[in-house]
């Protein structure tokens, strides 16, 4: 990045940029290999993105999306409240290693911390550059088993 | 087990099944070390087991609680779907190893099931006996980083 280099800005998505946020969720798939894990398409985000509970953050430069953040709020039983469940974090190739993942994830923690709300996600395990980003912004981090399970109907 | 014991019960708890969830809670926050943990209390069960979205089942024997297991239904972007986060599947000491794990996963999965859910959860990574029940009921496992972040309000 040069001193030259125009600034970036961040703001919160809503539903009139599902195409651009739906381009993106798509990226970052196709960049861990597995885009035909996004099942929702352009109406389901413009739905999405006009409901109170997701946080979708749009880094931008000159008008173009270049990386963005999102989250759903949820009800977490132990806290008995809510909190943020980071679902993607994401900078656009051509964009990497300029501190917009940083400045995503400030924005987020602001908003979070203006609602008193915990922010919790999942990484990669192999994801290092991403987890000391996040252990430098105080976040803890934990090795935890994953479980994703489709349950079949019971015969009858 | 012998064959005489009296038979397990599934049901789905309500507001009126507050005060035997928290024990419930508080005893496996207790297993698992960090009883500190867990900030919700009667009046915050009483509302969150009224709410739509909690789904906690209570196995019993003879009336007496025996085990649980929670989750909370939830929007996933990815899917653009809602799906079942599972919290907790506790069984309470003396009730162990007699299938009453297995037995309140089936109903949990059924309840899935019906409704087409994908159901999502975290496990501790030393915990190999639930891990192993877990991959026997067809549920996929990876390993994860996760973190959790109570950011700081910004400085003014």
Chains 1, 2 share one sequence.
Do not use: C
Request: charged share 25%.
């Amino acid at each position: 990045m040069t001193a030259t280099a125009p600034p970036v800005t961040v703001r919160r998505a809503g539903p009139e940029d599902a195409a651009t946020v739906l381009a993106l969720v798509r990226e970052i798939a196709a960049h861990e290999g597995d885009v035909a894990d996004v099942a929702s398409d352009l109406p389901t985000w413009t739905a999405m993105l006009g409901r109170p509970e997701v946080l979708v953050l749009l880094a931008e430069r000159d008008g173009a999306a270049v990386g963005f953040v999102s989250a759903v709020r949820r009800l977490h039983l132990w806290l008995g409240a809510d909190v943020l469940g980071l679902d993607d974090l994401f900078v656009r190739d051509g964009h990497r290693d300029a501190g917009i993942g940083r400045l995503l994830m400030a924005e987020l923690g602001a908003l979070a911390a203006a609602e008193g709300l915990v922010v919790r996600w999942e990484a990669r395990e192999d994801n290092t550059a991403a987890h000391r980003l996040y252990r430098r912004l105080g976040a803890t981090q934990r090795t935890k088993a994953v479980f994703v399970w489709r349950p079949l109907p019971p015969r009858s």
